[in-house]
């Protein structure tokens, strides 16, 4: 897949089937459109072309959304359209400017002359340019004009699976990571950096690899204990992670990731891994004591254990 990302000086050079949206997560809503491309793709003979936009755009044009948390980041998201057989992704650089592009301006300059749009797919409701005034009667009004295609994904194609990126981030925002999953059409995942810790779990028998997430944008998951996936170095574990303050051992309330990853001792420090959350276990706790803890962890390690088996 091509990428072309962090410009808007490009212009590709042949006929298209375009796309446009923010895809955060790539959901079913969004696999059902790239599957509609891939169709055209086979009837058409072209090449099929994701439009989508960094940063958010709702970061730029709405004052409160500011500190929005994405389900996935830039690189996240291409690995994901990277599945569905995309011929090129353009993340375009969206800015106050880019904007307060007319509705006509955006199909001109931006759909025509740089990405050479023949045959247009959108999702219900899409809006765009200045003030979100064009809408689809504007894109089949000016489809005349400047001779594309248009069609728009039914709203009962997309509300027969009841699914929107706002409302998966509500599910994996209060820890419901499975009803995330099942909207997703996948486990939800981080990446993260492997870093050095208190090296506490160790002396317990439960050895944990902290993490740290680079970019504050990426949502984190609803404090408490999952059952997770992580892979590391071409290999896929199991593990279960905590999400939380350990309010047990620690009393500076930092949120804190750590992941105990079964059936593994080798030191990633400084490795990037990453951690699929299959299911929520229970809230963080705190104990009286350590040896209250790891009877808990004893318990959540059998339950991991037992859920392999249906993953």
Same mark, same amino acid.
């Given at each position: ?5 962090? %410009? !808007? ?21 969004? #696999? ?39 389900? %996935? ?15 090129? @992704? ?22 025509? +002359?740089?990405?050479?749009? #023949? ?34 994904? !039914? ?24 009803? &995330? ?17 208190? +090296?506490?779990?160790? @002396? ?34 199991? &593990?279960?992670?905590?999400?939380? @303050?350990? !309010? %047990? ?63």
């Amino acid at each position: 897949m091509l990428v072309i990302q962090n %410009t !808007p000086d490009f212009r590709i050079e042949t006929p298209s089937i375009l796309t446009i949206g923010t895809f955060d997560g790539v959901h079913l809503g969004h #696999q059902k459109i790239l599957a509609r491309l891939k169709e055209l793709k086979e009837q058409m003979g072209l090449k099929t072309i994701v439009l989508t936009f960094d940063p958010h755009p709702r970061k730029i044009i709405t004052t409160h959304q500011k500190d929005l948390k994405l389900l %996935t980041l830039v690189d996240e998201k291409l690995e994901l359209l990277r599945k569905y057989e995309v011929d090129a @992704t353009v993340v375009y650089p969206f800015s106050k400017a880019f904007s307060q592009l007319s509705a006509e301006e955006y199909v001109s300059d931006i759909l025509l +002359k740089k990405l050479k749009v #023949q045959h247009l797919v959108i999702g219900y409701d899409h809006k765009f340019g200045k003030d979100r005034d064009g809408d689809i009667f504007t894109l089949i009004k000016l489809s005349h004009t400047y001779k594309f295609q248009v069609e728009e994904i !039914p709203a009962k194609d997309i509300d027969s699976i009841n699914v929107s990126s706002t409302r998966i981030r509500a599910a994996v925002e209060s820890g419901d990571v499975e009803l &995330g999953a099942r909207f997703l059409g996948h486990h939800y995942f981080i990446k993260a950096l492997v870093v050095e810790g208190k +090296k506490l779990g160790r @002396t317990i028998g439960y050895p944990t690899a902290n993490l740290w997430i680079e970019d504050a944008d990426k949502l984190i998951p609803a404090k408490g204990v999952y059952f997770v996936g992580v892979e590391t170095g071409g290999q896929t574990y199991y &593990g279960m992670m905590n999400i939380g @303050t350990n !309010p %047990t051992t620690d009393n500076d309330n930092a949120i804190k990731l750590e992941v105990n990853i079964f059936n593994f001792s080798e030191s990633i420090y400084g490795q990037s891994i990453r951690v699929s959350f299959l299911k929520r276990l229970r809230d963080e706790l705190k104990f009286e004591s350590l040896d209250a803890l790891i009877e808990q962890l004893k318990l959540d390690e059998a339950t991991c254990l037992e859920l392999i088996s249906h993953y």
